[in-house]
Nanobody
Framework: QVQLVESGGGSVQAGGSLRLSCVAS????????IGWFRQGPGKEREGIGS????????GYVDSVKGRFTISQDKSKNTVYLQMNSLKPEDTAMYYC??????????????????WGQGTQVTVSS
């Protein structure tokens, strides 16, 4: 059973940085894609980016390109989300999720069978 645990959230001022971690267990790490998602207050959940744990290939939505970076440490079964130049509108609960393959509409959360509990990020102006 796939299990994901996020950590690293917190409060930061606008312009600051945070690094979130997603530790995966319960499956063969290289066999899945890991996606990062967020849901802000009063907003729908949105996809941020994804990584193929087999190849390391990443992809991002336009709203975070150039500010957010996804990476991984295979020795630790961990995927990271480095967030720089944070804005108040980045305030949200952030989740990681695992999928055996990446659908074209992955950013809607489609195809992700396991989700973490989330970690809160709050950016103040």
């Amino acid at each position: 059973q796939v299990q994901l645990v996020e950590s690293g959230g917190g409060s930061v001022q606008a312009g600051g940085s945070l690094r979130l971690s997603c530790v995966a267990s319960g499956y063969t790490y290289n066999n899945y894609y890991i996606g990062w998602f967020r849901q802000g207050p009063g907003k729908e959940r949105e996809g941020i980016g994804s990584i193929s744990t087999a190849s390391g290939t990443t992809g991002y939505v336009d709203s975070v390109k150039g500010r957010f970076t996804i990476s991984q440490d295979k020795s630790k079964n961990t995927v990271y989300l480095q967030m720089n130049s944070l804005k108040p509108e980045d305030t949200a609960m952030y989740y990681c999720a695992a999928a055996p393959f990446l659908r074209s509409d992955w950013y809607r959360g489609r195809g992700f069978s396991a989700w973490g509990q989330g970690t809160q990020v709050t950016v103040s102006s």
